[in-house]
């Protein structure tokens, strides 16, 4: 079977779209979302007595997470603190967002109770991922219900997926109940995700993405299209954001529509502030000692996604790159998580003491730092705020 195993994120790099595709005979089930092939591959075991689970609900042993721990060399120390204690306390020290990821396995009114302690913990703007779980325009169309005057927003709803007058349509539901800025997030998305799961036609191009920008800002903006258009257009309450990795969709972004959404990019390689647009930056976080593993087994397969591939190398990582693929094709997949450098982890996953600091240089780069914690499957909770 040949398993897909781009990311799910959606975040587009115009530098090409070809996947890394590996064939397991009798591996892989295409019903599956990206995360839960890309695990698979890489040894992840079924329930075994005592063990954790990691991010798709499988179990790692626990002779297993020991055997890891040694090639996984960190100096990271947890304070004592629960992680959204750290997380709360960094989002009161600036202007910081939080991100719910879409693939956790949660229903809608779990993921609800999860953004309501996050939007009482203070974060701004929180936005919702889509993935394979819940809808990111009804999740942030029901939290602005009941939690208005607070910036929600999505990151990322597929553009191929759906029609320009339907992602209207949700935002402006959404931006009605907020009263005041939505995030609209949007992005190509992957052939996987549009083809496979939506069954629509998937274009990745920069003329067709500029196209779907304009007709979408033009909807939001009261403007008909054929029969339609908004009875109640919310206009520049509604920003579209680019999911973006490559120049050319990072320049669109901030040309066509009204910032973009970059991931795993650091504080000194972020687009250059432009008057009126935004830019939101995902921070990954290590909020507890099992973190860094599921971190390390997120990055091989990230690794093996030719726009992130390609995003890596241009950071200067594309020995790492390269190692992941040799052992991809050797079938020896279950090393690469333990043997990615400390470094090549560190500049894309923060532990929380680094937190602050990253946060900082986020702002002072023109961005908005947006956390994304790095959890197992069922997080009791994301963010307690912490004690007075």
Known sequence: MLIDTRPALGLQSDLGDEPFAIRYPGEGDPTRSPQGDQVAMLGAREPAQGGSKNLIGRRLSRSHRAKCRPACPTDRTFSGERPGQVLARVARMAEVGFALSGALPLDGARALHLLEEVVDAGYAPVLSTEVCATSALS???????????????????????????SIAMGAATAAALSGTTYYLGVGTSTEQIVGGWHEATYDATVAGTRDRL???RALLNGERRGSFALPKPPGAQVRVLLGALGPRMVELGMTEGDGVIVNFTPPDRLPAPAAGKTVLSYVWVLVDEESEGRARRDLTAYCLAAPYARHFTSLGYGDVVAEVVELASQRRLREAPAGLPVDFVDRFYASHERLAGLCADYRRAGATPILLPVTGPEPASLVIPPPH
């Open 214 to 216: 304009t007709s979408l």
């Open 139 to 165: 999740l942030t169309a029901a939290l602005a219900a009941r939690r208005p005057g607070v910036p929600l927003g999505t990151g990322i709803v597929p553009l191929p997926a759906a029609t320009d007058s």
